[in-house]
């Protein structure tokens, strides 16, 4: 645009110079010469004009293109916008993902437990009944139903049980001078009973009551005997034989009690579900 006003400028200065003095004389010839000067000066400055006209021309045409491009893509886009939430702005609900604040109830698990600690252990042994087997090997649930029995023999002789092929039970059924009076012992569906030297065994469904002296068996702390600490030693102190504790599969307390190579007695903390255990004892006192 500059260069335009500038050339325009010059063509009127040339004008004014060519036709200044002129114009005084008559109006006619300053008319004639003026036009023959100006086809002059047109005809050699009619080129320069045509190419500033064009420039001119094609400036303005790619301004308009490019701010009508400029235009589309300032255009407001289709996808709604939010604005961002302040902290002190909350988002919204959905009724479906409300949530309402209400008292922390207890967990059943623990009550579970706290009710499982506080029930007191029990036996059942309904499935026990009165049977009378001799020498040879039977089975439990074949033979004599499992349950909790206090065993007997008329004259002395061998009893063994065997559970999953491990002998849980080897003992001489006597008199209480030679062997022991009785076996006291749960039977499950499976355990093998082998007899030998003895014509009559008595098997009576054991009562379960808590206890201080316990005989030759098996017995369960909590249901047969109290939990607590006592002071454990043979009824007889000529008798002898093997004292065991367990608590969770894993002896606590292994040892002889009574005659010339056990103890006179031991000291033990029983806790509920431990399981005693004696063998070729006629009976422990616990005190």
């Known amino acids: 645009m500059k260069k335009r006003k500038l050339r325009e400028l010059d063509f009127d200065a040339e004008y004014e110079e060519l036709f200044g003095d002129r114009r005084k004389g008559s109006s006619r010839e300053v ?38 491009r400029n235009s589309e893509n300032e255009a407001p886009s289709t996808v709604a916008t939010y604005p961002e939430q302040t902290d002190a702005e909350e988002e919204p609900t959905i009724a479906g993902d409300l949530e309402y604040e209400t008292e922390a109830e207890p967990d059943a698990t623990e009550e579970n437990d706290e009710d499982e600690d506080n029930v007191p252990l029990t036996r059942d042994n309904s499935s026990a009944e009165l ?44 008199d209480g001078d030679w062997g022991v009076p009785t076996i006291t012992i749960s039977l499950q569906d499976g355990d093998e009973i082998e007899i030998s030297g003895i014509s009559n065994v ?31 030693s043979a009824v007889d102190e000529d008798d002898s034989g093997n004292f065991f504790v367990r ?31 004696i063998s070729s004892l006629n009976a422990v006192e616990f005190e």
């Open 202 to 232: 008595t098997f009576t469904p054991a009562e379960t009551e808590l206890l201080t002296t316990l005989t030759t068996g098996d017995w369960v702390v909590g249901i047969d005997i109290l939990a607590g600490t006592y002071d454990a």
């Open 31 to 68: 008319l004639e010469d003026e036009g023959e000067e100006l086809e002059s000066i047109l005809h050699k400055k009619g080129p320069l004009r045509i190419i500033l006209i064009c420039t001119i021309v094609l400036i303005v045409v790619g301004t308009i293109f490019m701010m009508n």
């Open 131 to 174: 049977t009378m087997l001799f020498s040879g090997t039977f089975f439990v649930g074949d033979d004599i139903p499992p349950g909790r029995y206090v065993i007997s023999g008329d004259e002395p002789g061998n009893l063994f049980v065997r559970r999953g092929g491990r002998a849980i039970v080897n003992e001489i059924l006597g």
């Open 247 to 277: 608590r969770s599969g894993r002896a606590i307390v292994n040892e002889i009690l009574g005659g010339t190579f056990g103890v006179d007695r031991v000291r033990v903390i029983l806790e509920d579900g431990d399981v005693i255990t």
